[in-house]
């Protein structure tokens, strides 16, 4: 093939390109790199125009210059460069940069987020029968055994029986959505085929905030409306209202609308879905749904003697669905002070088609009764509302992807990177990502390229002693828990014994929090993770139980080991029955002992926790290369005469050899390096190389 640049396979030019070649540049620990080219110049040319559709025109249509060309470069005609051309600006010409596919990959899955992803195949039913069908899952959608802070005495509350997900069904999930898959001995690692997403807001979704919202009626009554009354002296009643209606027994539905006329309007509105319905005084729900009605009515009475008793309902098609009560006896409220508020607060299950309304009911309890009342349809008095239920609930269909925590793929991607040390590298022939791991190139001595004739034994190369941006004590850290007492918890640092350093350096916080155990046990089992979602109070007719969502998290699963614990259900007539629903067993840095195998032997913290003087820590697992690089940090700028078929067979993970060679005034004995970084890379003239002393 000709020497020059190729877009789309079709060269162009030939060109003053200098690449910029790194994978996981150590200097750099808490972001991953890809390899690059300089901003350089193409001439202008029919066959750039016609390539590009006229780009450089202020009125082009095309889809140029705002997408990403397929580019190589070919150098002595080996391809020293494959990935994308950006275009940047015309002047004249193109000005050109090069980056590598691992960067428009990582583009992408910043854009998209794990609630983005296709896993509709992932979703089924929540119930306890699909529960106990995924226990011991290995992939995909499994149950873990966490107290979600409602926990007692080994019972679960069902709502809290919540799933999580593999994060290598994730992995190959994004990657496949964007054209890659992975590959690589990482796929098997045992701490990462076990890793699971759990669940960590305060309620299961099945709809999104905008349907619920395109859905969603708040309304009132018109001020023209009747003004009910029984028994009222004429001064109490208002002058304003001509339309007054006296009535011993009042049985209406109320004439709501979707709109006030008085100061407080603005409340009152209908979604865009156009449910509810001024002409039927109804909600009709559009599609299947369960909705939350609410209403209220202010009413003013005043028992002599005998009873009275005043009912809110909401009916579905004419039959009643809940009600708000009230009743009085004699005497009562003789003084005719203050307002009662019939307040209603249920759920109706609609199918389509269904049709809700609001009836208000005033009459006598008892057969001898004195009283009086008064009921003033307004929108001060009066409203309804009707608001689509979008927690899923026992019976439901469990929507995998809307429930995943809300972050960008590439926060998953790279966490995953950071907490092995490693980064990744993408192969855009076959289309396939693999993590290459420090401690992995360590390893690789066997496969070391040796550079040792490429040295420039004339030039000066430079001898760093000082390995930013790392100190005495490097850190790697987890999201904080909100609990400060756990502050620092399931972080860990590697000791350099190198003075020059800074005292302490914080080489990546990852964007999960970690996981402590529950303080509650489940027999036979143990303590259990504790990711706090519920928080009881209270206890008989005066618990209460507040919800929120927290941080997101990563967990262990060990799928070999399930667990049966007792839950309880309700069923749709209100009946509780408790039951026995099997999950599986999981943990973040305390293993319990139920959960010990010979393969589990490790922890998602960094640093050791207590009363775990031996398990294998993230450190200890993943950052062994690195550790024994701090012990003496050092980098090696030197100067190479490097040809193009060695960019073109480049592999990072490969380290590079240097024998007994002579660079300047520095003589270089027999080493191994990591490869951080080639700089700049011009074809025949002599490049600078970051190299890192493995040992």
């Given amino acids: 093939m000709q020497d020059g640049l190729y877009l789309n396979k079709t060269w162009v030019a030939e060109v003053d390109a200098a690449l910029t070649l790194q994978a996981n540049d150590l200097t750099k620990p808490a972001t991953l790199q890809s390899s690059i080219s300089n901003m350089f110049n193409l001439p202008d040319s029919v066959l750039i ?55 428009s990959l990582f583009d992408q899955l910043e854009a998209k987020r794990l609630t983005d992803l296709d896993l509709t195949r992932y979703n089924h039913p929540y119930t306890l029968d699909a529960i106990n069908e995924l226990a011991g899952a290995t992939d995909g959608v499994v149950y873990p055994c966490i107290d979600y802070g409602s926990m007692n005495e080994g019972m679960f509350p069902f709502d809290t029986l919540q799933p999580a997900m593999y994060v290598s069904t994730l992995v190959s999930q994004m990657l496949a959505e964007s054209g890659y898959q992975p590959v690589g001995d990482w796929l098997t690692d045992p701490l990462y085929v076990r890793l699971a997403l759990p669940f960590v807001e305060d309620e299961p979704k099945n709809k999104d905030e905008q349907w619920v919202d395109d859905r969603t009626a708040r ?60 002409d039927l005084l109804s909600y009709v729900a559009d599609v299947p749904m369960r909705v939350r009605v609410q209403a209220s009515q202010q009413i003013k009475t005043t028992v002599n003697y005998g009873a009275m008793e ?99 793929c590439i926060d998953l991607l790279k966490t995953i990177a950071l907490m092995q040390c490693g980064t990744f590298d993408v192969d855009e022939v076959r289309r396939t990502l693999r993590l290459v791991r420090l401690d992995d190139v360590a390893a690789n001595m066997s496969q070391a390229v040796d550079w040792s004739n490429r040295v420039e034994e004339s030039s000066q190369p430079e001898h760093v002693v000082k390995l930013d941006p790392y100190g005495q004590l490097s850190w790697c850290k987890w999201k904080e828990l909100e609990d400060k007492a756990y502050k620092g918890y399931g972080n860990g640092s590697i000791t350099s014994p190198a003075a020059n350093l800074p005292a302490e350096a914080t080489l990546f916080e990852l964007p999960f929090s970690p996981c402590i155990d529950s303080p509650r046990s489940v027999p036979g089992y143990g303590n ?168």
């Fill in 49 to 103: 125009r016609r390539l590009l559709q006229g780009a450089e025109q202020l009125d082009a249509g095309g889809v140029h210059p705002y997408r990403l060309l397929p580019a190589e470069l070919i150098d002595g005609g080996e391809v020293t460069f494959q990935g994308n051309a950006e275009l940047q600006s015309f002047q004249g010409g193109w000005k050109i940069n090069l980056v590598r596919a691992v960067r």
């Fill in 219 to 278: 309304v009132t009554v018109p001020n023209n409306s009747p003004y009910y009354y029984w028994n009222i002296p004429g001064f109490l009643r208002p002058d304003n209202r001509p339309n007054q209606v006296q009535a011993k027994s009042l049985n209406i539905i109320l004439p709501l609308m979707n709109e006030g006329d008085g100061s407080l309007t603005s409340q009152f509105r209908d979604g865009k879905a156009n449910n509810f319905k001024p």
């Fill in 310 to 408: 005043a009912i809110l309902s909401v009916e579905k098609n004419g039959v009643e669905a809940g009600q708000a009560y009230f009743s009085a006896t004699g005497p009562y409220n003789l003084t005719r002070a203050g307002f009662d508020t019939l307040s209603l607060d249920t759920y109706v299950d609609c199918r389509a088609g269904d049709q809700l309304q609001i009836r208000l009911q005033i009459r006598q309890r008892t057969a001898v009764v004195n009283f009086e009342y008064r009921a003033s349809l307004d929108d001060f008095a009066t409203f309804a509302s009707f608001i689509p239920d979008s927690t899923v609930r026992n019976g439901d269909s469990w929507p995998v992807a809307r429930n995943l925590p809300d972050m960008p």
């Fill in 528 to 695: 259990p993770i504790l990711i706090e979602t519920r928080t009881v109070s209270g206890e008989g007719a005066s618990l209460k139980v507040e919800r929120k969502s927290t941080t997101p998290r990563l967990i262990v699963m060990e799928p070999s080991k399930i667990v049966s614990v007792s839950t309880i259900t309700v069923s749709a007539e209100g009946q509780t029955a408790n039951r026995t629903v099997t999950l599986t067993g999981c943990f973040w840095g305390v293993r319990p002992n139920y959960l010990k195998t010979t393969e589990n032997n490790f922890s998602l913290s960094f640093g050791p926790l207590p009363a775990q003087p031996y398990v294998v820590t993230l450190i200890i697992r993943y950052f062994s290369t690195l550790t024994q690089v701090l012990r003496r940090p050092r980098l090696l700028n030197v100067p190479m005469q490097l040809r193009p078929t060695d960019i073109a067979t480049l592999d990072l993970a490969r380290p590079v050899k240097l024998g007994r060679v002579r660079a300047g005034s520095l003589d270089i004995n027999p080493t191994y390096f990591y490869l951080n970084k080639v700089n700049n890379y011009r074809s025949a003239t002599p490049t600078v190389v970051t190299l890192i002393p493995l040992f």
